[in-house]
């Protein structure tokens, strides 16, 4: 029997394999998008309704396409006819997360914000206990991950895009001038060009995507995290809560309303890259930690005053994240590889879309190459921040 035949193939159906596929087939190219379960099954990264939309990070070059990237999410919603982004604005606080330095950036790239004293703070969001100055951007919210993937392979498909789902890339071998893919029931597609969205599951697939030793020489070390996230009941339901950021000496954590995924009761808290590595998310076994359990616990007695400190849910997640926490995006004749580091990469998806699908349709390698932001392509740079990119 004859490989089916696409002249794009998207691998993988998380958020940035949907907003490549959507960008792809709205450009009016031939899609096909390969899943190994369903997209945004609870294996993968993009599942849920709660991920932080922020526009604060010590980079201005992020901040940037942060603001590139909520212009696609107002289009992807106007398309869509569906919100995927709720208002709730952000803090930034402890010495850590130097909130001078991120209202900073704020101010240059021209984002609505307040840098407060402690006590003030505290008047206006007297659920938390804030340990340093404290920075407010009304502009965040709180991103539908799982609706959004949603949202964007209906978008794509209407478009002429196909999903095939069960579909567990085995390899890929370079035949004549594109590629064939392999799955693991023995069935095959050919492509002209390949866009590698694989999330946690790339560690284990770089070996077998046709991509010479040079190329997966300059491949950052992906560190791939099962990640554990708490939710909290909230004291009282009616006040507002935002996300937030902290970092002192002692944690770097983060909160933001659970959504959908804590029924709408609670703050879903986590300790930010708190969790165990692993090899590739294929190796993840779900079960929480008791001792990253406590120390979530101690932490929302110690600093969230708003919240009961007994979580009544909790659930593991896949991060991904380099050295910088810069994401990996490039291309190698056909292939572009994409990974937009989960530990916090949900905000640009959009953005990873057409920036990906616009890379995998120029006609050439550079011209394809000089469409990515220069953070993104291989070898990486040393960061641009002590911190990294986060």
Request: charged share 20%; aromatic share 8%.
């Amino acid at each position: 029997m004859s490989a089916d035949r696409s002249k794009f193939v998207v691998v993988g159906a998380g958020l940035a394999g949907a907003a490549t596929a959507w960008q792809l087939a709205t450009a009016g190219h031939e899609v096909t998008v390969l899943e190994r379960g369903v997209p945004a099954d609870s294996a993968g990264s993009s599942h849920g309704s709660a991920r932080i939309f922020r526009y604060a990070y010590p980079s201005v070059a992020y901040t940037r396409m942060v603001v590139r990237s909520w212009d696609l999410w107002r289009e992807l919603e106007e398309s869509s006819r569906t919100q995927l982004i709720t208002p709730s604005g952000a803090l930034d606080f402890g010495a850590g997360r130097e909130p001078a330095l991120l209202a900073g950036v704020l101010e240059h790239v021209g984002i609505d914000h307040e840098l407060l004293a402690p006590a003030e703070a505290s008047h206006r969001w007297p659920q938390f206990e804030f340990d340093s100055s404290v920075l407010w951007h009304p502009g965040a919210g709180v991103i539908d991950a799982e609706t959004s993937v949603e949202a964007m392979i209906s978008l794509a498909s209407t478009q002429g895009a196909r999903l095939f789902t069960g579909w567990e890339m085995s390899g890929i071998d370079r035949v004549g001038h594109g590629y064939m893919l392999h799955n693991r029931a023995g069935e095959e597609i050919h492509a002209d060009r390949v866009v590698i969205t694989a999330g946690g599951w790339l560690p284990s697939l770089l070996g077998r995507l046709s991509l010479p030793a040079d190329f997966l020489a300059q491949v950052p070390a992906l560190q791939v995290l099962q990640e554990q996230a708490y939710h909290f009941p909230y004291r009282d339901r009616a006040a507002p809560w935002p996300t937030f950021i902290h970092k002192d000496e002692v944690i770097g954590a983060y909160g933001l309303p659970g959504g959908r995924d804590a029924s709408y009761q609670g703050q879903k808290v986590a300790e930010y890259c708190g969790g165990r590595a692993i090899p590739s998310a294929g190796h993840q076994d779900g079960r929480v930690d008791p001792a990253n359990r406590d120390r979530i616990v101690a932490y929302v007695e110690r600093h969230l005053p708003g919240l009961v400190p007994e979580p009544y849910a909790e659930t593991t997640c896949v991060f991904t994240n380099t050295p910088t926490e810069d994401f990996v995006l490039d291309r190698y004749d056909g292939i572009t590889l994409v990974s937009p580091c989960s530990g916090h990469g949900a905000k640009f998806a959009p953005l990873i879309g057409s920036l990906a699908a616009n890379a995998a349709a120029a006609s050439s390698v550079e011209a394809g190459r000089n469409l990515i932001p220069p953070e993104f392509l291989l070898p990486h740079r040393p960061a641009h921040h002590e911190e990294g990119a986060w």
